[in-house]
């Protein structure tokens, strides 16, 4: 199902259903000043042909979660060095012995540093965070520099989208972020998200007011039709969801009338003669 919807109002220009996967044939016919997309290798051909002035943005959505797989992915990898320290234990309970006893409260202690570090580990790519989450963070930090700077990497990514920025200036601060990561090694491929060229894309919103940032205002429209599909199988046949999507192009056309009429229907309810505007 494509969609093309208005950013700002909300409401959906034109849709098509396929009986197929889409390929580049079916982007095709409007004069626009920008346009917002998820960053699938479907849209830079076609838009660049029929669209070469309109600037592309890629959803600022989809590259954050890309890059917040990413730092999750860094961060079981850095999970699975920690649980080898772990010293191994006989089976049984620890001998009484000095040295037996301080292996066993190591290998506790690291066991539940673990599980917390798997419990918490949302922590790390969260935006903003409460005192108490804080310091938690802080506590699951402690002696562990690979960690401090995956919590350290995944905020400057946030930094990169503030509207109080610049193109130019988040592309500068994106180069030292990228410098900045080639130094830990031991992450190995898990940050290579870093290095995509739809980062760069995903920047461009920052010069233009009228560019939205993402593509919720298309997400939106077609949550409800995903959520169908769930529990109506008829949902899941093009001809079905042609007619409902017409009928929510029918719907937001009358949306105006629709206000207006029910505003006068409360007027005379409530007693008091409101006049339509």
Known sequence: MLSIVDNRLFRRLAFRVLEQDPDQDDLRSLVVRGITTDGSSLYPKVLKELWPAAPHQICVFHVVKEITKAVLHAL??????????????????????????????QAKRLKERLAELFEQ???????????????????LMRGRPQLRAL?????EVYQLFDRRCRTATALKKL???????????????ALDKLKSPTLEKALLFLDDELLGSTSNAVERGNRRFRKAQRSVYSVRTAQQIRRRLALDLHRE??????ARTLKSLHGARSGHDSKPP
């Open 253 to 258: 056309q009358r949306a105006a009338r629709r």
């Open 175 to 189: 180069s030292k972020l990228r410098t900045r990561v080639r130094r830990f090694k031991r992450l190995g491929r």
């Open 76 to 105: 079981a990898k850095l999970r699975k060095e920690l649980a080898k320290q772990v010293p191994k234990l006989p089976r049984g309970r620890p001998r009484q012995d000095k040295e037996s006893r301080a292996k066993a409260r």
């Open 151 to 155: 919590r350290g990497i995944m905020t």
């Open 121 to 139: 580990r949302y922590l790390f790519v969260r935006r903003r965070l409460t005192k108490a989450q804080q310091k938690v963070l802080a506590r």
